[in-house]
């Protein structure tokens, strides 16, 4: 009987925990951001986009340049590979695998570079954009804030997506 009266005294208080715990849940205060639609709606996602091209349009010309030429020289091989000697046609192979195998080295190292580079820009973009998220969650006093994308269903009045594209372009 003791063990009866223990069940239900530990069941009672049990549900009155999670009772406690949907109404704490009913009380807070949520909203979501759409993180892809700021950053595509951002002046500074473009503007850090033109400088990564202008940073790096001369490695780019380089391997374009690479390419037309390993181009070139396929389509002369191919054009005048019949009246080519032996030892022209085997100098004229070197050459393309030369030209393709520094086409590799330098196109690997630029994807690199560019992909670095962008991520760093990027980062110190997210760093803005979190900050407007705190400032916009302290200034109207949400207790939580979602990425939209991780929600399933959310109203619309939730979304502060707008709020966050107002304050992070203000600071361009």
């Given at each position: 009987?003791?063990?009866?009266?223990?069940?239900?005294?530990?069941?009672?208080?049990?549900?009155?925990?999670?009772?406690?715990?949907?109404?704490?849940?009913?009380?807070?205060?949520?909203?979501?951001?759409?993180?892809?639609e700021v950053m595509g709606k951002i002046p500074q996602t473009a503007s850090i986009m033109q400088s990564l091209e202008a940073e790096f349009k001369d490695d780019k010309a380089v391997l374009v340049q690479l390419e037309k030429d390993m181009k070139y020289y396929q389509e002369k091989q191919k054009?005048?590979?019949?009246?080519?000697?032996?030892?022209?046609?085997?100098?004229?192979?070197?050459?393309?695998?030369?030209?393709?195998?520094?086409?590799?080295?330098?196109?690997?190292?630029?994807?690199?570079?560019?992909?670095?580079?962008?991520?760093?820009?990027?980062?110190?973009?997210?760093?803005?954009?979190?900050?407007?998220?705190?400032?916009?969650a302290a200034k109207e006093e949400y207790d939580l804030v979602l990425e939209q994308q991780a929600v399933v269903f959310s109203k619309p009045e939730t979304s502060i997506?707008?709020?966050?594209v107002k304050q992070v372009s203000k600071l361009n």
């Open positions: 009987m003791k063990k009866f009266i223990k069940t239900i005294a530990c069941t009672a208080v049990a549900s009155s925990l999670l009772l406690a715990g949907s109404v704490m849940a009913a009380d807070q205060k949520i909203a979501v951001v759409n993180f892809q054009r005048d590979g019949s009246l080519m000697s032996e030892k022209e046609k085997e100098d004229l192979q070197t050459q393309i695998a030369t030209l393709y195998q520094e086409y590799q080295a330098k196109g690997k190292a630029f994807q690199k570079a560019t992909g670095l580079r962008k991520n760093e820009e990027t980062n110190k973009i997210i760093a803005l954009v979190r900050q407007a998220i705190d400032n916009i997506t707008a709020k966050v």
